[in-house]
């Protein structure tokens, strides 16, 4: 029971992170923009560069992160997948916080569902890594020999 | 201390050539243990050689773990270390391959993941990067539709590249400042917010466009109506700014309606012509631009011809673009101050330059020449280096004139005399020049403090450079627009409230 339910609380969470990144994070007169959407234009906008524009072009990636871990996860390499998803489950965490913490202006507002929905997902992943990696370590812990 | 095993001598082993005991020999040496396997129920050694094949016949292959008291070691976890190290540690046959049957699942895990991770990051990737039209007259339908939605983002990020990132950064930094400063609310419905709606419907369009050059084309509108609703009790203004502005309530007939039929528009006051609106064909993409529609207008709707365009030609330094623009204006050398603006913000320029220029007349030289330029540079937002002024030095004849700036203060020395001017000693001077037109102008203390921060403010104006293929230019553009950001970022608190108060009370 114990076993399953982390690998399915974590599966169960990159799909919630995926989706959410997908609702919206952004509204600007009677549009909404997703989490791509905002960052692309943010980036177009802003003229992002260094490190600010590194996240946001990384950012359509955390799909194909959140499949990696999933196929890392189906060959065996547990670990390796649960150390993944603690890193993503962090980094987009933090991004849907930031989120959160936008103050709205003028013309434009930032909107909860998104990052709330990415947040609940990462924290789920996060639970779920962390789960796997302590019962990882605890396996790996030798029985004291008796002769 | 280990005590030796009993039965040796004197505590010392015996020696074996006087007849003492004598270890055995190897396994299946000469004169060795028999090859056969021991009685039932005797100890048998763990194998020394790991892997190695048994003799027919021989000792077991291993032992079975947990027969002697061990602890069966589990596969893939790390040898215990010890005294059972030092006896080779127990061989184990090797591990059953996974079956089939879950070879396939996973690999079937692995595909679909891959799959549905490759399908959904080309479409988070087209999301993010969802930009330009594909042809001039959809890059004009875009803007129209978020026109329409009241979608300021989608607005700005329909403009061409250059003139978009001249505009956003600025009007994102103002509306911070007017936050800030307690103009503007915090929080606002973004469906109401502007105060200004626009609809536009039914619009169409000439069949063909007009070719200004192979990235330029101009879209030509034919028909439909625009509406424009403002109402100025919708933009979210702070009570406190509007108690500050407007002491005695909000004027009346702030709610205004505007129909504009662009029909009608082309037969009353554009001699039935079609209304152009140009757009800039950037990295394979088609926008709508704001300053080509500009200089297409000011033509005169003529098209530049190659003869027009002005190369751009930048300086190797944000100070170096800046001196070299100071010497072009006063040599009034426009065309070398064209070179040095920025083909990326304004490559209008570089494109109807020459066109332009031919309108407007050559200028006179103002007969003043750069002695020295100190400037100050400063990183700002999307890739700027804005640049400001610590002093200048400029000959006129025999004369020679410098301007310095020190913090709120300006030295200005002239025909070898000195003068410092303050922000304060500027107040006062506007408060005097008021009451010299009747203007009753009292000035509170904290008026006084608010009317310094905002010339100290105007000490932090500057040009914005950027760079462009190695080159440093001049984007006069969201320079103009910057300004505003810049004076405003010297004002604190409640200082925007007390000039509006200020403002709002002289003549009272």
Same mark, same amino acid.
């Given at each position: 029971?114990?076993?399953?339910?982390?690998?399915?609380?974590? %599966?169960?969470?990159?799909?919630? %992170?995926?989706?959410?990144?997908?609702?919206?994070?952004?509204?600007?007169?009677?549009?909404?923009?997703?989490?791509?959407?905002?960052?692309?234009?943010?980036?177009?906008?802003?003229? %992002?560069?260094?490190?600010?524009?590194?996240?946001?072009?990384?950012?359509?990636?955390?799909?194909?992160?959140?499949?990696?871990?999933?196929?890392?996860?189906?060959?065996? %390499?547990?670990?390796?997948?649960?150390?993944?998803?603690?890193?993503?489950?962090?980094?987009?965490?933090?991004?849907?916080?930031?989120?959160?913490?936008?103050?709205?202006?003028?013309?434009?507002?930032?909107?909860?569902?998104?990052?709330?929905?990415?947040?609940?997902?990462?924290?789920?992943?996060?639970?779920?890594?962390?789960?796997?990696?302590?019962?990882?370590?605890?396996?790996?812990?030798?029985?004291?020999?008796?002769? | 201390?280990? /005590?030796?095993?009993?039965?040796?001598?004197?505590?010392?082993?015996?020696?074996?050539?006087?007849?003492?005991?004598?270890?055995?020999?190897?396994?299946?040496?000469?004169?060795?243990?028999?090859?056969? !396997?021991?009685?039932?129920?005797?100890?048998?050694?763990?194998?020394?050689?790991?892997?190695? !094949?048994?003799? &027919?016949?021989?000792?077991?292959?291993?032992?079975? &773990?947990?027969?002697?008291?061990?602890?069966?070691? #589990?596969?893939?976890?790390?040898?215990?270390?010890?005294?059972?190290?030092?006896?080779?540690?127990?061989? *184990?046959?090797?591990?059953?391959?996974?079956?089939?049957? $879950?070879?396939?699942?996973?690999?079937?895990?692995?595909?679909?993941?891959?799959?549905?991770?490759?399908?959904?990051? *080309?479409?988070?990737?087209?999301?993010?990067?969802?930009?330009?039209?594909?042809?001039?007259?959809?890059?004009?339908?875009?803007?129209?539709?978020?026109?329409?939605?009241?979608?300021?983002?989608?607005?700005?990020?329909?403009?061409? &590249?250059?003139?978009?990132?001249?505009?956003?950064?600025?009007?994102?930094?103002?509306?911070? /400042?007017?936050?800030?400063?307690? @103009?503007?609310?915090?929080?606002?419905?973004?469906?109401? @917010?502007? +105060?200004?709606?626009?609809?536009?419907?039914?619009?169409?369009?000439?069949?063909?466009?007009?070719?200004?050059?192979?990235?330029?084309?101009?879209?030509?509108?034919?028909?439909?109506?625009?509406?424009?609703?403002?109402?100025?009790?919708?933009?979210?203004?702070?009570?406190?700014?509007?108690?500050?502005?407007?002491?005695?309530?909000?004027?009346? +007939?702030?709610?205004?309606?505007?129909?504009?039929?662009?029909?009608?528009?082309?037969?009353?006051?554009?001699?039935?012509?079609?209304?152009?609106?140009?757009?800039?064909?950037?990295?394979?993409?088609?926008?709508?631009?704001?300053?080509?529609?500009?200089?297409?207008?000011?033509?005169?709707?003529?098209?530049?011809?190659?003869?027009?365009?002005?190369?751009?030609?930048?300086?190797?330094?944000?100070?170096?673009?800046?001196?070299?623009?100071?010497?072009?204006?006063?040599?009034?050398? *426009?065309?070398?101050?064209?070179?040095?603006?920025?083909?990326?913000?304004?490559?209008?320029?570089?494109?109807?330059?020459?066109?332009?220029?031919?309108?407007?007349?050559? +200028?006179?030289?103002?007969?003043?020449?750069?002695?020295?330029? #100190?400037?100050?540079?400063?990183?700002?937002?999307? +890739?700027?280096?804005?640049?400001?002024?610590?002093?200048?030095?400029?000959?006129?004849?025999?004369?020679?004139?410098?301007?310095? @700036?020190?913090?709120?203060?300006?030295?200005?020395?002239?025909? $070898?005399?000195?003068?410092?001017?303050?922000?304060?000693?500027?107040?006062?001077?506007?408060?005097?020049?008021?009451?010299?037109?009747?203007?009753?102008?009292?000035?509170?203390?904290?008026?006084?403090?608010?009317?310094?921060?905002?010339?100290?403010?105007?000490?932090?104006?500057?040009?914005?450079?950027?760079?462009?293929?190695?080159?440093?230019?001049?984007?006069?553009?969201?320079?103009?627009?910057?300004?505003?950001?810049?004076?405003?970022?010297?004002?604190?608190?409640?200082?925007?409230?007390?000039?509006?108060?200020?403002?709002?009370?002289?003549?009272?």
């Amino acid at each position: 029971m114990g076993q399953a339910a982390g690998p399915a609380l974590g %599966l169960a969470g990159l799909v919630v %992170l995926v989706v959410g990144t997908f609702l919206p994070w952004l509204d600007s007169g009677r549009a909404q923009r997703n989490s791509y959407e905002t960052g692309g234009a943010l980036k177009r906008l802003l003229g %992002l560069r260094g490190l600010a524009d590194a996240a946001v072009s990384a950012w359509p990636f955390v799909a194909l992160v959140c499949a990696g871990i999933v196929a890392i996860f189906a060959v065996g %390499l547990r670990r390796s997948a649960a150390s993944l998803a603690l890193l993503t489950a962090l980094a987009t965490g933090a991004v849907a916080v930031a989120a959160l913490r936008v103050d709205g202006n003028r013309f434009i507002q930032p909107v909860k569902l998104g990052p709330i929905v990415t947040l609940v997902g990462a924290t789920a992943v996060l639970v779920a890594a962390t789960l796997l990696l302590i019962s990882a370590r605890l396996l790996r812990i030798p029985r004291r020999s008796t002769i | 201390m280990t /005590q030796p095993p009993p039965g040796w001598p004197n505590g010392e082993p015996p020696d074996p050539q006087r007849g003492g005991w004598q270890p055995p020999p190897a396994p299946g040496g000469p004169g060795g243990w028999p090859q056969q !396997p021991p009685a039932p129920g005797a100890w048998q050694a763990p194998q020394f050689a790991p892997q190695q !094949p048994a003799a &027919p016949g021989g000792w077991p292959q291993q032992p079975d &773990p947990g027969q002697y008291g061990w602890p069966a070691h #589990q596969p893939g976890s790390p040898q215990p270390q010890g005294s059972w190290e030092s006896l080779g540690g127990p061989v *184990y046959p090797p591990q059953p391959r996974p079956r089939g049957r $879950g070879k396939l699942i996973a690999s079937a895990a692995v595909v679909v993941a891959l799959a549905a991770g490759g399908v959904t990051t *080309y479409i988070a990737m087209s999301d993010s990067n969802s930009n330009g039209a594909s042809s001039p007259r959809d890059a004009v339908q875009s803007i129209v539709t978020d026109l329409n939605k009241s979608d300021l983002i989608g607005v700005l990020d329909d403009l061409a &590249p250059g003139e978009r990132r001249a505009l956003a950064n600025p009007a994102l930094e103002e509306i911070k /400042q007017l936050k800030r400063l307690k @103009v503007l609310l915090p929080n606002a419905d973004p469906n109401n @917010v502007s +105060g200004v709606k626009f609809h536009v419907q039914g619009l169409t369009f000439a069949d063909k466009t007009v070719p200004i050059n192979d990235r330029v084309q101009v879209v030509q509108l034919t028909g439909g109506t625009l509406d424009v609703s403002s109402d100025a009790a919708k933009i979210p203004f702070t009570r406190e700014f509007l108690d500050a502005a407007f002491p005695h309530g909000l004027p009346t +007939g702030g709610n205004q309606t505007q129909h504009i039929d662009i029909a009608q528009v082309m037969r009353d006051s554009n001699n039935n012509q079609p209304i152009r609106i140009a757009t800039q064909k950037v990295g394979g993409n088609w926008y709508p631009s704001i300053f080509y529609t500009i200089a297409d207008s000011a033509a005169g709707k003529e098209v530049p011809t190659a003869a027009d365009s002005i190369p751009a030609a930048g300086g190797t330094s944000p100070q170096d673009a800046v001196t070299k623009m100071v010497n072009a204006l006063l040599k009034s050398d *426009y065309t070398g101050a064209i070179k040095l603006l920025s083909p990326d913000e304004f490559a209008v320029m570089h494109d109807y330059g020459g066109l332009l220029l031919q309108g407007a007349g050559g +200028g006179t030289p103002s007969g003043s020449t750069l002695k020295d330029l #100190q400037v100050k540079t400063e990183q700002v937002s999307g +890739g700027v280096t804005r640049v400001t002024l610590s002093s200048v030095t400029v000959v006129t004849g025999a004369d020679e004139t410098t301007v310095k @700036v020190d913090g709120s203060c300006v030295d200005v020395t002239a025909k $070898g005399q000195q003068k410092r001017m303050c922000a304060s000693d500027f107040v006062t001077q506007i408060v005097s020049f008021l009451e010299g037109f009747g203007v009753s102008a009292h000035v509170t203390p904290a008026q006084q403090q608010s009317l310094e921060d905002l010339l100290t403010g105007f000490t932090k104006v500057g040009v914005d450079t950027t760079q462009s293929d190695g080159k440093w230019y001049l984007n006069p553009a969201r320079s103009v627009f910057d300004v505003t950001s810049s004076v405003l970022s010297g004002l604190q608190d409640n200082d925007l409230l007390e000039l509006f108060r200020f403002f709002a009370s002289l003549g009272n």
